[in-house]
């Protein structure tokens, strides 16, 4: 009986264990993101409303910020703005379809295209450090000269 007990009681923490494994992570540029946005360099985002809403005033006047929220939590916006470290910011929401059209795209090519400098960079850089390695040194190391 013990061990029936301790068998299910193993497979139910092993079986939780293994959802809590699952997760989804969409980071700034993909689809779903919710969040920062720095909206310079893009075309003026669409926003949901036209005033910047702020949920605690506070004396330090910084430019307002730019965020992608589901509709939800831009209505309540009180509620969710602690998720974001926003309550004490003037934030302008953003739609999610502009983020999706403009956004997003920019984004993924703007970071395409940093990858591509810094893969040229590596390249560069590594072709006189490992180059030589095993080609064009001293290739009789090792055998007792």
């Not at 430019?63 to 703005?81: D, E, G, M, S, T």
């Not at 934030?91 to 999610?96: G, M, R």
Request: charged share 25%; glycine share 10%; proline share 8%.
């Amino acid at each position: 009986m013990k061990r029936l007990l301790f068998a299910a009681v193993l497979a139910a923490v092993t079986g939780s264990a293994l959802a809590s494994d699952v997760a989804v992570s969409v980071s700034i540029g993909q689809p779903g993101f919710y969040g920062h946005l720095d909206v310079g360099g893009y075309p003026p985002p669409q926003l949901i409303y036209r005033q910047p809403v702020i949920i605690e005033r506070v004396p330090v006047v910084s430019p307002p910020i730019y965020l992608n929220v589901p509709p939800a939590q831009a209505r309540n916006w009180r509620q969710h703005c602690g998720a974001y470290n926003a309550c004490n910011e003037r934030v302008y929401f953003v739609q999610n379809s502009w983020y999706n059209r403009e956004y997003v795209p920019r984004y993924q090519e703007y970071q395409r295209e940093r990858g591509e400098d810094y893969r040229d960079e590596r390249k560069h850089d590594n072709r006189g450090k490992h180059g030589n390695k095993h080609h064009g040194g001293d290739h009789d190391q090792g055998r007792g000269r």
